[in-house]
């Protein structure tokens, strides 16, 4: 008989499926020709990330999802990186 899952294993599964689940409302909300869909989408989606956030809070409080800050040199480089982009266009 399987495992019930942890609360860990829960909460991880609901952020990635956050994750995944915002990046389709995003493509659906800049894929829209009519503004009143295309609002709802947006609503929809700050409604998304207000749950992923969520779901992040609460698991950085218990210690299991602590993303290193980036170092210095790391935004710097990504920075250049999208000003070089910007100026190609």
Not at 6 to 15: F, M, Y
Not at 18 to 47: V, W
Request: glycine fraction near 4%.
């Amino acid at each position: 008989m399987p495992q019930p899952l942890s609360d860990r294993e829960i909460l991880d599964d609901l952020l990635a499926s956050q994750k995944h689940i915002g990046t389709l409302y995003n493509t659906f909300a800049s894929e829209c020709k009519n503004a009143a869909l295309e609002s709802d989408m947006m609503n929809i989606l700050r409604e998304e990330h207000n749950l992923q956030s969520a779901v992040f809070t609460e698991m950085e409080k218990r210690g299991w999802y602590s993303p290193e800050p980036a170092r210095q040199l790391q935004i710097e480089e990504t920075k250049v990186k999208f000003q070089n982009a910007g100026n190609s266009l």
